[in-house]
């Protein structure tokens, strides 16, 4: 089959895998992606096939006849703003930190599982999507205004990369999506490594070489020089997700990272600069961790430059029948599936739920319903009940828009004529700041929320600072 490139919504992907049950699973997975597949079990095939241009290429490090390694600068060349997997049941850090460099999209370690792959699929397709609309990337994170607001946000955060950038919110809220977003608008031209790091599945013992490399004899079992991630993210973005689950023993080599801009591999006398920007994420309430001993107060001041909270579906309804029909269309071709659409009244019903899963709960209960949705069906069978278990029955229609909430107490400003949320944010902030005599970082913390997070509603609501 010839490979042609193609937009996103059928792109062209070229799997170079010798294990054929692997490279089935794989290309089944990918399909459903909506790409179209050119299937190579060694490197003679895949150079063959490498004379058509590919949107995607899926490459197994060891091959028959030769390393997946050597081939990459090839297929580079050849397709320069393809996203390049190295998948490899063996895998060496060493050379993951050069094929970081020379641009490889992602680096995954056999067995991978079909969500996995799936994921990665997901970040692939929205490279090839910021490649079509490279002017405006935030449009991935979605429309509702607060969504609008955090694209502003990483729009001015993209200015200054020298600044370090915290994103924090509920799990399944998008902050992985939101530290891709900000790496390309501060990197407009696609070149430069984004390298993210799960904080929560390094072990502390490991976390040190890891991140800084090490070199030759550091420690038992270190029988070649490794580079580390630190070093492949140098001239890009470093995102550090859950940033609140680094051990405490090794903050103190993180916060050096974060003030000199410079590391030491394991057992080497010699620094290294760093260049690039650092992102993190976290799930956690920063400031309650530091109060219960587990981060330093010092670490937090150092991440917590400029903050990002990503606000929860809940909070950003008008974004869920976009995601649903995204989501859904996702699953029809998962599954093989002609196109289902969404009733009005289940439209309403998923706009009533609070969604504590966020985005991933709301693919859940519709691959869920999809299973049961008859195969001739034209409207997907929403599973109701399931909604009704995890929701306390809500009601099925959209809500009408809240109305505006005072006080007998103390009338909110009526020009402002805030909806219900935002009244009852601004009454939580002025009795916070009350209570600390207009301290901000006091207010902030019994909030719940990072001092810029409360300045920048403050900046909103002005009369709220007591003077």
């Given at each position: 089959?010839?490979?042609?490139?193609?937009?996103?919504?059928?792109?062209?992907?070229?799997?170079?895998?010798?294990?054929?049950?692997?490279?089935?699973?794989?290309?089944?997975?990918?399909?459903?992606?909506?790409?179209?597949?050119?299937?190579?079990?060694?490197?003679?095939?895949?150079?063959?096939?490498?004379?058509?241009?590919?949107?995607?290429?899926?490459?197994?490090?060891?091959?028959?006849?030769?390393?997946?390694?050597?081939?990459?600068?090839?297929?580079?060349?050849?397709?320069?703003?393809?996203?390049?997997?190295?998948?490899?049941?063996?895998?060496?850090?060493?050379?993951?930190?050069?094929?970081?460099?020379?641009?490889?999209?992602?680096?995954?370690?056999k067995p991978i599982s079909i969500a996995a792959l799936a994921a990665c699929l997901s970040r692939v397709k929205m490279r090839l999507h910021a490649?079509?609309?490279?002017?405006?990337?935030?449009?991935?994170?979605?429309?509702?205004?607060?969504?609008?607001?955090?694209?502003?946000?990483?729009?001015?955060?993209?200015?200054?990369?020298?600044?370090?950038?915290?994103?924090?919110?509920?799990?399944?809220?998008?902050?992985?999506?939101?530290?891709?977003?900000?790496?390309?608008?501060?990197?407009?031209?696609?070149?430069?490594?984004?390298?993210?790091?799960?904080?929560?599945?390094?072990?502390?013992?490991?976390?040190?070489?890891?991140?800084?490399?090490?070199?030759?004899?550091?420690?038992?079992?270190?029988?070649?020089?490794?580079?580390?991630?630190?070093?492949?993210?140098?001239?890009?973005?470093?995102?550090?997700?859950?940033?609140?689950?680094?051990?405490?023993?090794?903050?103190?080599?993180?916060?050096?990272?974060?003030?000199?801009?410079?590391?030491?591999?394991?057992?080497?006398?010699?620094?290294?600069?760093?260049?690039?920007?650092?992102?993190?994420?976290?799930?956690?309430?920063?400031?309650?961790?530091?109060?219960?001993?587990?981060?330093?107060?010092?670490?937090?001041?150092?991440?917590?430059?400029?903050?990002?909270?990503l606000p929860p579906l809940r909070q950003r309804r008008a974004d869920i029948p976009a995601l649903a029909e995204i989501l859904l269309g996702q699953?029809?071709?998962?599954?093989?599936?002609?196109?289902?659409?969404?009733?009005?009244?289940?439209?309403?019903?998923?706009?009533?739920?609070?969604?504590?899963?966020?985005?991933?709960?709301?693919?859940?209960?519709?691959?869920?319903?999809?299973?049961?949705?008859?195969?001739?069906?034209?409207?997907?069978?929403?599973?109701?009940?399931w909604l009704n278990r995890a929701a306390a029955a809500r009601i099925a229609k959209p809500p009408e828009p809240p109305a505006p909430v005072t006080?007998?107490?103390?009338?909110?400003?009526?020009?402002?004529?805030?909806?219900?949320?935002?009244?009852?944010?601004?009454?939580?902030?002025?009795?916070?700041?009350?209570?600390?005599?207009?301290?901000?970082?006091?207010?902030?913390?019994?909030?719940?929320?990072?001092?810029?997070?409360?300045?920048?509603?403050?900046?909103?609501?002005?009369?709220?600072?007591?003077?």
């Amino acid at each position: 089959m010839k490979a042609t490139a193609a937009p996103v919504e059928s792109f062209a992907c070229l799997i170079v895998d010798d294990d054929q049950a692997f490279a089935a699973m794989a290309a089944e997975v990918v399909r459903a992606a909506g790409a179209v597949v050119t299937q190579a079990h060694d490197l003679a095939g895949a150079r063959k096939a490498a004379q058509q241009p590919f949107d995607l290429v899926l490459l197994d490090n060891h091959l028959p006849d030769g390393k997946g390694y050597e081939f990459f600068d090839q297929i580079s060349r050849r397709n320069p703003n393809a996203p390049i997997v190295m998948i490899t049941g063996a895998p060496d850090l060493g050379e993951a930190v050069t094929l970081t460099r020379n641009g490889l999209f992602e680096y995954l370690t056999k067995p991978i599982s079909i969500a996995a792959l799936a994921a990665c699929l997901s970040r692939v397709k929205m490279r090839l999507h910021a490649r079509q609309t490279p002017e405006n990337p935030t449009e991935w994170l979605g429309d509702s205004p607060a969504m609008r607001e955090v694209g502003q946000f990483l729009r001015q955060a993209a200015k200054h990369a020298a600044s370090t950038v915290l994103l924090t919110g509920e799990t399944g809220t998008g902050k992985d999506l939101a530290a891709r977003v900000l790496h390309q608008l501060s990197y407009p031209g696609g070149n430069a490594p984004f390298i993210a790091v799960n904080c929560a599945a390094l072990p502390g013992e490991m976390f040190e070489s890891e991140l800084f490399g090490a070199e030759r004899g550091a420690y038992t079992g270190a029988e070649k020089k490794r580079g580390g991630l630190a070093a492949a993210a140098a001239h890009g973005t470093l995102f550090l997700d859950e940033i609140g689950e680094v051990p405490l023993a090794s903050q103190a080599k993180l916060l050096r990272l974060l003030e000199a801009r410079e590391f030491r591999p394991l057992g080497s006398t010699e620094t290294q600069p760093f260049t690039g920007r650092f992102a993190a994420a976290t799930n956690k309430n920063l400031a309650e961790e530091v109060k219960a001993g587990r981060f330093r107060e010092d670490l937090l001041y150092r991440f917590d430059v400029f903050s990002i909270e990503l606000p929860p579906l809940r909070q950003r309804r008008a974004d869920i029948p976009a995601l649903a029909e995204i989501l859904l269309g996702q699953l029809v071709k998962k599954y093989g599936r002609s196109r289902l659409l969404l009733t009005p009244e289940d439209v309403g019903r998923l706009l009533a739920h609070d969604f504590p899963g966020n985005v991933r709960e709301l693919r859940n209960v519709l691959e869920r319903s999809l299973l049961k949705t008859e195969d001739d069906a034209k409207w997907l069978a929403l599973d109701v009940n399931w909604l009704n278990r995890a929701a306390a029955a809500r009601i099925a229609k959209p809500p009408e828009p809240p109305a505006p909430v005072t006080t007998s107490e103390e009338p909110l400003p009526p020009e402002r004529n805030l909806p219900a949320i935002e009244a009852q944010e601004y009454r939580l902030i002025r009795d916070a700041l009350r209570e600390a005599n207009g301290g901000i970082r006091r207010a902030a913390t019994k909030l719940g929320m990072s001092p810029q997070a409360l300045l920048r509603r403050l900046e909103k609501w002005p009369e709220l600072r007591v003077n």
